[in-house]
């Protein structure tokens, strides 16, 4: 009786009669275009040894038994059923082991369908092409089903589009290579086929309208399973690049493909490989909604796109079962192009501009006022700004903005708070403000020649973050033309001479008293601010020449400032150890006295001068003219006290030294004395 879609003239095997010494298996080895042989021809055929007998001693059940993982051939496949969706692959695993012979083992593969009444059906074998039944021919021949070879003994039938009548019991079947029949040489597992309910769909797709750098992306994706069976759902937002690229951190690993973020099957959210410091950053997320119809709505937001976001996008879902051996199989997916995205980069658009614009000569103690406007900022990205504003030069540099380091004026941060750099006195002196959207302004009351320089607007840019944490870094820092900012200054002429005038030689106990004589040449109002300074006593280098003690400049310390007599006649005492008192003799002399001097007080003493203007509103400013005197040798003479003390003191030890020694000597001659009296004559 032939078997309905054999190929012709192939009779269906018929099963071996009960009692035979072969395995509980039919005869695959053999060509089907011919009647199936007899019992004894299929046991020679099938062991491939080419006798006329059957071999001796068969492999025992129980025997078998126990060493089945030893010696016996053993066929493996997976615990069943299997549940697959119609239209989607289908792949088994095959594993033979315990064989003898060539390490490659050739597979067939066989279908029981369940109307089949028992009956087998061809599928695809490893060593004869003519082997499919008809039903299986050409999906063999195209591809559709076929046999991947993962070893010599390991193999997958795969079945690229199942169909509804693949549903049975699968059986593979290795052909033997072994001197005796033992163990296992086939196994089978039963695949449901189960209808395909997969379904996805998206609310909106992406224009070509290029996006701003830093805005906001939102991407939904709706997607149900109806199913029978207990399966989960998974979906996945994904990019594809315009081209292909190697991924240093994927070890050279060439991917056009990136996923982006997911909920997997068990519903854990699980970001992408190359956006996971994003995603711990809260700048991409995904959401589960429920949709209309029953339908899971999927929502992913970026809240700040890149320009490396450019791409084509799309959203995936996967449905899963979990096998009878607790693994997970995806068994159908689906993905859905959701459209382009080209995002415009922040520098092509970003434009930094301040004002006045070129140069500005003011007078000292006139407002100071400039402008800095950001351009090119897209309205709807919700963007945070830090502005600064930089100097570079001075007026103690050779040119104004040639020289020096640059340094902050001010800066406002992007939450509005406004700080200034080294020079906290501009705090009360000026201000920063925020006067429109992408407009800002630095105001200082009243510039002194320290103001004089090249002004410089730097504004950094956190695309899509409004309120960046410190470590965030900027998208972008751009830089404005620099404004030039001269002062009319009159020009000043300092000099000092500090002096220690001639009395009385200076002994522990003094008071030393030093004079500072100050020449300042210049037009206007102006007042001298005296520091005195004192250095350790270092080795004189030429002390007869006059003019006081040259110092030797590489031996000299860092001076320690003694004390400061300020411009507006305020004194200030910096060390604690000694009496000391300053004043101003005259409006160009100034003095500084050290009350009951001791020998830590000895030491060099100079002045240093420096000379402060008035400007045209009456304040008072610092015009930069400095001037350091000489160094006046302060050194202690002994007191006659201290030259008298030393003889005196020898003096007396030695007086009693002798009268010690003379009455020790006659008390002893004394005694002497008295004790030959008392001796008996």
């Not at 269906?12 to 011919?34: I, M, N, Y």
């Not at 979990?322 to 415009?344: C, E, K, M, S």
């Not at 080294?422 to 800002?440: F, N, T």
Request: aromatic share 6%; net charge positive; glycine share 10%.
């Amino acid at each position: 009786m032939a078997f309905e879609g054999a190929p012709p003239g192939r009779p269906h095997p018929l099963p071996a009669p009960k009692g035979s010494r072969l395995p509980d298996q039919r005869h695959r080895d053999v060509a089907h275009a011919e009647p199936r042989p007899s019992r004894a021809r299929v046991g020679r055929e099938g062991l491939g040894q080419g006798k006329d007998t059957l071999p001796s001693g068969p492999c025992a059940p129980a025997l078998c038994w126990v060493l089945q993982y030893v010696l016996c051939r053993e066929v493996a496949l997976p615990n069943g059923p299997l549940y697959r969706v119609a239209g989607f692959p289908l792949s088994i695993p095959c594993h033979v082991s315990g064989y003898e012979g060539s390490r490659t083992q050739e597979f067939e593969w066989f279908l029981y369908r369940e109307d089949s009444g028992g009956r087998q059906m061809g599928v695809v074998s490893t060593r004869d092409k003519g082997f499919p039944y008809t039903p299986f021919q050409a999906r063999v021949r195209n591809g559709e089903v076929r046999v991947e070879r993962d070893s010599g003994d390991k193999v997958r039938l795969v079945i690229q589009r199942l169909r509804v009548e693949d549903q049975g019991k699968y059986e593979c079947y290795t052909p033997s290579t072994d001197t005796t029949y033992q163990g296992n040489y086939s196994g089978s597992v039963t695949v449901k086929v189960i209808p395909d309910s997969l379904q996805i769909s998206y609310t909106r797709s992406l224009t070509s309208q290029p996006v701003p750098e830093g805005a906001e992306l939102t991407l939904t994706c709706s997607s149900s399973i109806r199913s029978e069976q207990l399966t989960h759902l998974s979906i996945t937002f994904g990019k594809r690049d315009g081209g292909e690229r190697s991924d240093s951190g994927a070890g050279g690993e060439v991917s056009t493909i990136r996923e982006i973020i997911s909920i997997d099957r068990l519903l854990g959210v699980v970001p992408g490989r190359f956006y996971k410091k994003r995603y711990d950053d809260g700048e991409i997320t995904l959401q589960k909604r429920n949709g209309e119809g029953g339908q899971g709505l999927y929502v992913m937001k970026m809240k700040a796109v890149q320009p490396d976001d450019a791409g084509s996008y799309f959203c995936e879902a996967s449905q899963w079962i979990r096998d009878p051996d607790r693994t997970w199989q995806r068994i159908a997916q689906r993905t859905l192009d959701i459209g382009n995205l080209t995002v415009q980069p922040l520098a092509e658009s970003l434009g930094v501009t301040s004002s006045p614009r070129g140069e500005v000569t003011l007078q000292v103690g006139s407002p100071l006022i400039l402008t800095c406007e950001v351009l090119g900022l897209a309205s709807e990205v919700n963007s945070g700004l830090l502005v600064q504003w930089m100097k570079r030069g001075s007026v103690s540099g050779d040119i104004a903005g040639t020289g020096g380091v640059e340094v902050e004026v001010a800066r406002m941060s992007p939450d509005g708070v406004v700080s200034w750099g080294d020079d906290l006195s501009r705090a009360s002196g000026g201000s920063m403000e925020k006067v429109s959207e992408g407009k800002y302004s630095l105001k200082l009351f009243s510039v002194r020649p320290a103001d004089s320089g090249v002004y410089r607007c730097v504004v950094s840019v956190y695309a899509g973050r409004k309120n960046p944490s410190p470590s965030t870094p900027a998208t972008l820092t751009q830089r404005s033309d620099g404004v030039t900012v001269n002062l009319k200054i009159k020009e000043v002429l300092v000099s000092a001479v500090a002096q220690l005038p001639r009395g009385p030689l200076l002994k522990r106990g003094s008071t030393v008293t030093l004079i500072c004589n100050t020449t300042v040449t210049t037009t206007g109002p102006v007042q001298v601010q005296v520091q005195w300074l004192r250095w350790p006593m270092p080795k004189p280098v030429n002390p007869r020449k006059p003019g006081g003690v040259q110092l030797d400049s590489g031996a000299v310390t860092p001076p320690m400032l003694i004390a400061a007599l300020m411009y507006d006649g305020v004194a200030n005492i910096y060390v604690n150890d000694s009496e000391i008192s300053i004043d101003r003799l005259s409006a160009i002399s100034y003095r500084l006295r050290i009350h009951m001097v001791t020998v830590e007080d000895q030491g060099l003493y100079g002045c240093r001068a420096e000379v402060w203007g008035q400007d045209q509103h009456g304040g008072w400013y610092s015009t930069g003219a400095k001037a350091e005197s000489n160094a006046v040798n302060v050194y202690l003479y002994a007191r006659a006290a201290d030259l008298l003390l030393i003889p005196l003191v020898v003096g007396i030890s030695s007086a009693l030294f002798v009268g010690i020694l003379i009455i020790a000597t006659v008390t002893c001659c004394f005694m002497k004395r008295l004790a030959r009296q008392r001796a008996p004559k």
